[in-house]
T-cell receptor, first 109, second 114 residues
Framework: ELKVEQNPLFLSMQEGKNYTIYCNYS?????LYWYRQDPGKSLESLFV?????AVKQEGRLMASLDTKARLSTLHITAAVHDLSATYFC?????????FGTGTSLTVIP | DAGVIQSPRHEVTEMGQEVTLRCKPI?????LFWYRQTMMRGLELLIY????????DSGMPEDRFSAKMPNASFSTLKIQPSEPRDSAVYFC????????????FGPGTRLTVT
């Protein structure tokens, strides 16, 4: 079974700071996804990364994929309170999706 | 479009009872996914459909779980008999044309089995 590890699991950061969330996976994968989940809410798709070297940006979030290193990063630039949420990466291989454990982000004013 | 619709939003039932969760995907989406989220196991894919046909059900935990998609606008996930360890949030999601496209999640059904 493919393993997906995220780190850190918990992240507390000040507004205006930059930080990166890492997502490592254990075997070859075709596709990598990032989701956001607010407490008690559903999941919102942020990015779909489909190839090695893919980079996507939306607002203060930027995601990248290195399939050779089996690593994806979610970079947060100049964090604001509204970004507080849990962020999940997920990996697709074959017919299965495997989710990371999530990174709980708290942005402190 | 109203997005993915799930019902009920909350379900509390006693062990041994049958539970049916319902999902209406976004119109025009060919893929439908059922997920389960628990604190212990995180997010798990249970089963997914393509054009109403079940493609992979390897994530269904056991025979007590079954899923159907009788038409393009409706799917059910049934648990019979239910057990306390089935307590979780069950999400339905849909997407266009497979895994290269983003999935849109419904609001989820929070199931509690006592």
């Amino acid at each position: 079974e493919l393993k997906v590890e995220q780190n850190p699991l918990f992240l507390s950061m000040q507004e205006g700071k930059n930080y990166t969330i890492y997502c490592n996976y254990s075997t070859t994968s075709d596709r990598l996804y990032w989701y956001r989940q607010d407490p008690g809410k559903s999941l919102e798709s942020l990015f779909v990364l489909l190839s090695n070297g893919a980079v996507k940006q939306e607002g203060r979030l930027m995601a990248s994929l290195d399939t050779k290193a089996r690593l994806s990063t979610l970079h947060i630039t100049a964090a604001v309170h509204d970004l507080s949420a849990t962020y999940f990466c997920a990996v697709n291989t074959g017919n299965q999706f495997y989710f990371g454990t999530g990174t709980s982000l708290t942005v402190i004013p | 479009d109203a997005g993915v619709i799930q019902s009920p939003r909350h379900e509390v039932t006693e062990m041994g009872q049958e539970v049916t969760l319902r999902c209406k995907p976004i119109s025009g989406h060919d893929y439908l996914f059922w997920y389960r989220q628990t604190m212990m196991r995180g997010l798990e894919l249970l089963i997914y459909f393509n054009n109403n046909v079940p493609i992979d059900d390897s994530g269904m935990p056991e025979d007590r779980f079954s899923a159907k998609m009788p038409n393009a606008s409706f799917s059910t996930l049934k648990i019979q008999p239910s057990e306390p360890r089935d307590s979780a949030v069950y999400f339905c999601a849909s997407s266009q044309q497979g895994f290269s496209y983003e999935q849109y999640f419904g609001p989820g059904t929070r199931l509690t089995v006592t």
